[in-house]
Nanobody, 116 residues
Framework: QVQLVESGGGLVQPGGSLRLSCAASGSIFSIGAMGWYRQAPGKERELVATITSGGSTNYADSVKGRFTISRDNAKNTVYLQMNSLKPEDTAVYYC??????????WGKGTLVTVSS
């Protein structure tokens, strides 16, 4: 089992920045790719960014150039640096991890609100 705990959400004005963190614990030796997804009110959950254990990254078109995903394997933590935030980035952000058996794990989510 893998446990994921997100932190760093909050209220920010348009154009501002936030940094989300996700700490993994448990059977962390089995973790492969990690990433962030988000779900806005009334919408389906969507991919934001992913990062492999080797550091390869992938981003949704809507966040390219504004968000950066990174990973500290020594701390078992994945980060999402979000810059130039827009109201449409408002959502609950979920941390995701997949182990070597392709089992998916999810955090409980952290709310990001972009509003003036």
């Amino acid at each position: 089992q893998v446990q994921l705990v997100e932190s760093g959400g909050g209220l920010v004005q348009p154009g501002g920045s936030l940094r989300l963190s996700c700490a993994a614990s448990g059977s962390i030796f089995s973790i492969g790719a990690m990433g962030w997804y988000r779900q806005a009110p009334g919408k389906e959950r969507e991919l934001v960014a992913t990062i492999t254990s080797g550091g390869s990254t992938n981003y949704a078109d809507s966040v390219k150039g504004r968000f950066t995903i990174s990973r500290d394997n020594a701390k078992n933590t994945v980060y999402l640096q979000m810059n130039s935030l827009k109201p449409e980035d408002t959502a609950v952000y979920y941390c995701h991890a997949r182990n070597v058996l392709s089992t998916n794990y999810w955090g409980k989510g952290t709310l990001v609100t972009v509003s003036s």
